[in-house]
């Protein structure tokens, strides 16, 4: 690590940071080295293999520090296509172990691997034969040897200076459940759509709508035909909110627009029936119908626009205003 001049008492904590970052990489590399060899990286291989091929949900558990842990990990696994939920390992002891069913996986995150509560838990599983992944830096404990598939953790420096603080080791498992979640939605196929099913909220959700979500379609859309005249495209505008029109021919196939900038410039000529095709832009900016919201928005950007016309196999059949994305949110 680059030695970083500090002035003492200026910077309170920062030493202390660095090397909790320190401690804290020094953690992750230990786990990725531990993933390139056995027995964590079948232990991993067999994981995936048996979440993705199972027909029930991730039973995600865990106590203390672990259990919060644990939440995060059924929450990932839920908005990425993992059917998943967390169970407390109090809450089952007093009747909610009736949640794991015969054709869940047990996902049980436990350091020690000695969490005593984790007990009736672990029990249910070997009476009911339900699958069960621990994850835990004792593959030797307890849990460890309960379990179907052992995710042998490295023991890692806590960056705690008592060594008593979950730190380091919190860390670990937030990204082994992060490697979890990411190795299925790549085998699983998980795409973007799929990610806006379960995000249909927030701005995350709106960068991922389509453009045919947005745009205006039908009667909303300004438009005229090859051979109308220069009022003809006045009047159209004039009557719709874009402030341009397109201008299609004799198959609706998108063939130039005219926009405020062109009006401007056609005033110098006063003849209204002059043929559009003489005042219009020739190249106008289209997008599919499927572009996603957030490229639609960086296209409007890069191109200094603030309406994009959508075609779809040279037909136009759509327009989106940058305002139409900002009600949406998508930026």
């Known amino acids: 690590m680059p030695a970083i001049a500090t002035s003492g008492a200026d910077e309170p904590g920062l030493l202390s940071a660095l090397r909790t970052t320190r401690i804290e990489m020094d953690a992750l590399r230990a786990l990725s080295e531990a993933l390139h060899v056995a027995p964590l990286r079948q232990s991993f291989t067999a994981a995936v293999s048996a979440i993705s091929g199972h027909g029930g949900r991730l039973i995600v558990t865990g106590m203390g520090k672990s259990g919060l842990v644990a939440r995060k990990i059924a929450a990932t696994m839920t908005s990425t296509g993992t059917p998943a939920l967390f169970l407390h390992p109090g809450d089952a002891s007093h009747g909610d172990l009736g949640t794991i069913g015969h054709d869940d996986i047990v ?75 990411v190795a299925l939605i790549e085998r699983r196929g998980f795409t973007r759509s799929d990610f806006l099913t379960f995000h249909p909220g927030g701005r995350l959700g709106a960068q991922l709508v389509t453009i045919v979500q947005l745009m205006a379609r039908g009667e909303e859309v300004p438009v005229v035909r090859l051979g109308a005249t220069l009022q003809d495209a006045m009047i159209e505008m004039s009557q719709k909110r874009y402030g341009c029109t397109a201008v299609v021919d004799e198959a609706d196939r998108l063939v130039g627009a005219f926009t405020d900038g062109d009006l401007r410039r056609s005033f110098a000529n006063k003849h209204l029936g002059d043929d559009i095709r003489h005042h219009m832009t020739q190249t106008p900016i289209v997008v599919a119908p499927e572009t996603l919201s957030s490229d639609a928005l960086r296209i409007l950007n890069e191109k200094a626009v603030s309406v994009l016309f959508v075609c779809e196999d040279q037909r136009l059949v759509g327009v989106v205003h940058l305002h139409d994305m900002l009600r949406a949110g998508v930026a």
């Open 107 to 181: 996902l049980a995150m436990s350091w020690s691997g000695e969490t005593t509560e984790l007990g009736d838990i672990i029990a249910y599983c070997r009476r009911f034969g339900v699958k069960l992944i621990v994850a835990t830096a004792r593959p030797d404990s307890t849990a460890g040897r309960a379990a179907d598939i052992c995710l042998a953790l490295p023991m890692v420096q806590e960056a705690c200076p008592n060594q008593l603080a979950p730190t380091s080791s919190t860390t670990v498992q937030v990204v082994l459940g992060d490697a979890l979640a």
